[in-house]
């Protein structure tokens, strides 16, 4: 090979290496930053709680019910221009009980729109789904969130929210839902948005330290004898409370409980087969709450 032909070799390699720089610069970076983008912004969608993993409800936390729940609903207050995040924990359960049917009906999946889906929202509040298409599965976990900043044009008030959804039986029927509603989980879903600057412009109203870390029925579901599981962070005093989707109060229990993981026996003999709420209200004054379901014998 002669010293030309080597010469033009070298510079048409250097003119390939600068081309492959140049597409470099003008496309795998941008991607890899939309891929970092959307990275961080999937990093942001809601997680669900693992505290309702082996609960057997629907949404978490309950409505509001001055009786049934009074510490239930949404506990983080919303101000005009300040940032706003809270999660509802999904977990649909594998089958279901409707008044007026005396059988467990099969679920395959609760939807709902990802656009539209929830009423009375605050100008400027939004929300998502995890999985990012509303679809939840029957036995599966996902959350709804809401984030966003709330702006002037709202009226400071009360806002009673309301989400509608659709679910779908292993029969093919489709039922639409709302929550809350008097049959499943009564209350309401009530969020204080606050004017700008108001002293209550927080995201967090409760003590970490006084709270549940986490509390669950072993089995659920259950026949006569259950464990419920409690993890506090500190000793306190628990009243326990086992009501019907009616309201109806079965039982009532006061516990103490020392911090970690303390195992609380249930007997459930005379309960009747069916869906229940228990709630634990402590002596801090917090609450927290699940569901389990009572076969029958």
Known sequence: MSVMSFIRMYCLFCIFIKTILAMFRS??????????????IEAQICQPDSMYLDSSGFVFPVPYDSLLNPEGGIDQEACI?????FAW???????????????????ESFTIDTVGAISNLPIGINYKCNPPNGKFLAGKMGCVQLYGKPTSANPVGIYDLEFVGVLKTKTGANIPVTFPNPQLFPGHYYLKLNEENSPNCTTATSDPDA????????????????ILEVNGPTPQSIVIRMFDMTGRTFRTWVVQIDAGIQHIPLDLYDLP????????H????FTTSGSLIKTSR
Not at 282 to 285: A, E, I, N, T, V
């Open 89 to 107: 924990t999904l977990k649909v359960p594998d089958t279901i009980m409707f008044p007026g049917i005396p059988i467990p009906i099969p679920v």
């Open 27 to 40: 496309f795998i970076l941008p991607f890899a930053a939309l891929l970092l983008l959307v990275t961080s």
């Open 81 to 85: 221009n300040y940032e706003f995040d």
């Open 211 to 226: 709270w549940l870390h986490s509390a669950r029925v072993i089995p659920n579901p259950v026949t006569d004898l259950s």
């Open 282 to 285: 402590s002596d801090r004054g």
């Open 273 to 280: 087969a069916g869906y229940w709420i228990y709630q634990l």
